[in-house]
Each structure stands twice: as C-alpha cells, then as structure tokens.
C-alpha cells in the first residue's frame, strides 16, 4: 500500500515557474515507477511526466518537453516535477501516480495508487 501527497501548486503568472512534489508513504518507494498527469475542466486526465524506478529512464509529453522535469529521491520517498515556461494551457489539476506493473507509463490506466491533486494555474 502506497499513500501520496502533492504539495507545491499554485498561481504563477505565464512564463513563471512551480515546483511540485509528491511524498510517498510505505517502504517500498523504489519499487514504483511514478508517474504526473494532469486533468483541465472538461478535459480528461493527460499524461505529462514519468520516471523508472531507478532513476534512469524518464518519459515527458510532447507538451511540456523541454520545459518540465521530473525527478525522484528514492531515499527520500519523493518525487518531484520541475514546471518553467510556465503556459495559460498548462493549468490542470496535477496528480502524481504510482505503478507497481511494467505497463506503458503514459497510460493511466497502468497505475496503482494516486494521490488527492494540487491545482496549478498560470494566468495569461
């Protein structure tokens, strides 16, 4: 069993910068891949970033590549997502995942545990 909290959402004006993080609870933090995706009113929920759980592979959607970076401290039991060049299309309801399979990571469906969302919202 796994337990996440985000933390670090807010209102940052377009081209600004959050930070996100996700604690874990649980022993075997290291055991998941993890995964953000975010859902925008009238939106469904979009994958945005994954990392393995070693730490060497991550994965971004096409949208945020380049501004967004996903990160993980496995001693730590937290995961982090690094959002710059923030955009007025980026604001969602941002929610981290964990999945203890080896599915595809950008499929929601692949994931165990979720934790309740952090709103972010960029204002143009």
Do not use: H
Request: hydrophobic fraction near 30%; include cysteine; charge should be positive.
């Amino acid at each position: 069993q796994v337990q996440l909290v985000e933390s670090g959402g807010g209102l940052v004006q377009a081209g600004g910068s959050l930070r996100l993080s996700c604690a874990a609870s649980g022993r075997t933090f290291n055991s998941y891949t993890m995964g953000w995706f975010r859902q925008a009113p009238g939106k469904e929920r979009e994958f945005v970033a994954a990392i393995s759980r070693s730490v060497s592979l991550t994965y971004y959607a096409d949208a945020v590549k380049g501004r967004f970076t996903i990160s993980r401290n496995n001693t730590k039991k937290t995961m982090y997502l690094q959002m710059n060049s923030l955009k007025p299309e980026d604001t969602a309801i941002y929610y981290c995942a964990a999945s203890g399979g080896y599915r595809d990571s950008r499929d929601p469906t692949a994931y165990d545990y979720w934790g309740q969302g952090t709103q972010v919202t960029a204002s143009s």
